[in-house]
């Protein structure tokens, strides 16, 4: 049929991507592209399959009734397209020994170390490669295959893939003022001024939601830090605070608060996604429930 030729792979992963999600938003947050170019790319699709497929109101995203129709024969076709992505692998790269690990600038080196010493223990031998990126960079070299598995902050859906939580850190602030670690509170910590880093390992992604979610606004410095290091020394020229994982205090006996939230420690959660048809699937679920019961 001519009008199948034509249908574009990356707009029924959209489609399904919001089918999944219920949410144009949160779906283009998941595959890293703007609202605007999901929102042509199903459009597009909608065209050559002549139907609208969602229907968007006040109460959020439903599929139409040719939508509910669509939507399985969508997730099934995908799935043989990971399928035969998955198979062409395994039959062109036999003797593969090696898991290609992408991982978060955010991610602790401690959790790589675990990442290495669970691995040189698996029964079949594997090398453990890394490749440290921005996390829209290591999602988009997951989905084509270029990465097995990929660490980072649990503050974004990809939907179709295997998620397991492997690490929580605790979130510290450094203030201008700061000279001992006494815990502040995150109702009080929103009354400062906060410099963040650019939108691509998580951390914005993570204070954004945090503060949201408690319907407080986030006072934050006009400039923008380009890397953790950064954020401190600016803290204490008195630009404004700077909130990041303890792991990532320049010294970890250096001055900071712990945030609280009602007196519980706010802590942030880091995730391994991976594929489900991986050909290494086995050994990634070995490698994430091993990452995930050794949380120090």
């Avoid at 992963?13 to 170019?37: D, I, L, N």
């Avoid at 062409?88 to 790269?93: F, M, Q």
């Avoid at 453990?128 to 990929?150: C, K, N, P, Q, Y």
């Avoid at 902050?153 to 690490?167: K, L, N, S």
């Amino acid at each position: 049929m001519a009008m199948t030729d034509r249908l574009n792979p990356e707009g029924l992963r959209y489609a399904h991507a919001v089918g999944e999600t219920k949410s144009f938003s949160a779906a283009a947050r998941a595959y890293g592209v703007t609202q605007p170019a999901l929102s042509n790319g199903i459009a597009k699709l909608e065209e050559r399959l002549g139907g609208k497929l969602f229907d968007r109101s006040p109460r959020g995203v439903t599929p139409t009734a040719f939508g509910a129709r669509m939507l399985p024969l969508i997730s099934s076709a995908l799935a043989a397209l990971d399928a035969v992505a998955a198979e062409a692998r395994r039959l062109t790269e036999p003797g593969e020994r090696k898991i290609r690990m992408g991982v978060s600038p955010l991610i602790a080196a401690d959790l790589v170390a675990r990442s290495f010493g669970i691995v040189r223990e698996f029964p079949a031998t594997r090398d453990l490669v890394l490749r440290e990126a921005d996390m829209d960079t290591l999602r988009a070299e997951l989905r084509a295959g270029e990465l097995d598995i990929i660490l980072i902050p649990a503050v974004a859906a990809m939907p179709r893939y295997e998620h397991r939580v492997i690490d929580v850190e605790p979130v510290v602030v450094v203030s201008p003022e700061t000279v001992e670690p006494e815990p502040v509170e995150l109702e009080e910590a929103g009354k400062e001024q906060f410099i963040l880093v650019p939108d691509t390992c998580g951390l914005t992604t993570f204070t954004t939601q945090l503060f949201q979610a408690h319907g407080m606004p986030l006072h934050t410095y006009p400039g923008e830090a380009a890397s953790y290091r950064v954020l401190e020394d600016w803290a204490k020229l008195g630009l404004g605070s700077a909130m990041v994982p303890r792991s990532k205090l320049a010294s970890p006996d250096g001055p900071h608060r712990p945030l609280m939230d009602e007196g519980r420690e706010v802590q942030i959660s880091f995730e391994a996604v991976w594929s489900s048809g991986s050909p290494l699937a086995a050994d990634l679920l070995s490698l994430a429930d091993s990452l995930a019961a050794t949380r120090l």
